[in-house]
């Protein structure tokens, strides 16, 4: 059975992984102050982009999700181990992206994942201290529509 503690724990990262989804799905990178550490780092090399510290990632990802219409970063089988105020986990995601094609139109892309990620509690709360992209799946990607 699990703790209140526990409980709470789980319901604060499962929040941090919602959080970091609205933050890139609206564009609204500043939000991302308060999903990861300072000195995160995070490495979206699985399909492409870029690694690195986290105001590196911020920067990038502001004028890198620029070339993308509406996305979708849909998180969910939140699997998390905790040990006191350490924490891992793997969050699947599924992130459809409208994108541009050769033709001048768009379509949408899907691109399958998991988050590989180390999170520390921090006296502002749950922080994610490193994620790392681990692709399992694209479909309906366009030439040239990823980074790299």
Same mark, same amino acid.
């Given at each position: 059975?699990?703790?209140?503690q526990e409980i709470s724990d789980r319901l604060?990262? %499962?929040?941090l992984t919602h959080d970091y989804a609205h ?27 870029p690694s690195g510290d986290f105001p590196y990632?911020?920067? *990038?990802?502001?004028? +890198? ?5 509406? @996305? ?6 939140? !699997? ?31 691109? +399958?994942?998991?988050?590989?990620? %180390?999170?520390?509690? @921090?006296?502002?709360? *749950?922080?994610?201290? @490193? !994620?790392? %992209? %681990?692709?399992?799946? @694209?479909?309906?990607?366009?030439? +040239?529509?990823?980074? +790299?």
């Amino acid at each position: 059975m699990m703790t209140l503690q526990e409980i709470s724990d789980r319901l604060e990262l %499962e929040k941090l992984t919602h959080d970091y989804a609205h933050a890139i799905d609206t564009r609204d990178f500043d939000a991302l102050n308060d999903v990861f550490t300072p000195d995160a780092f995070i490495d979206y090399s699985a399909f492409g982009a870029p690694s690195g510290d986290f105001p590196y990632i911020r920067d *990038w990802l502001k004028a +890198g999700m620029s070339r993308f219409g509406p @996305t979708h970063h849909m998180v969910a089988n939140h !699997r998390f181990v905790i040990d006191g105020d350490r924490a891992t986990g793997r969050v699947m995601c599924f992130n459809p992206m409208e994108v541009a094609d050769p033709e001048g139109t768009s379509q949408v892309m899907f691109l +399958g994942l998991f988050y590989i990620d %180390e999170y520390v509690r @921090t006296p502002a709360g *749950w922080r994610i201290k @490193t !994620r790392v %992209e %681990e692709a399992t799946y @694209t479909h309906n990607v366009p030439e +040239g529509a990823m980074p +790299g």
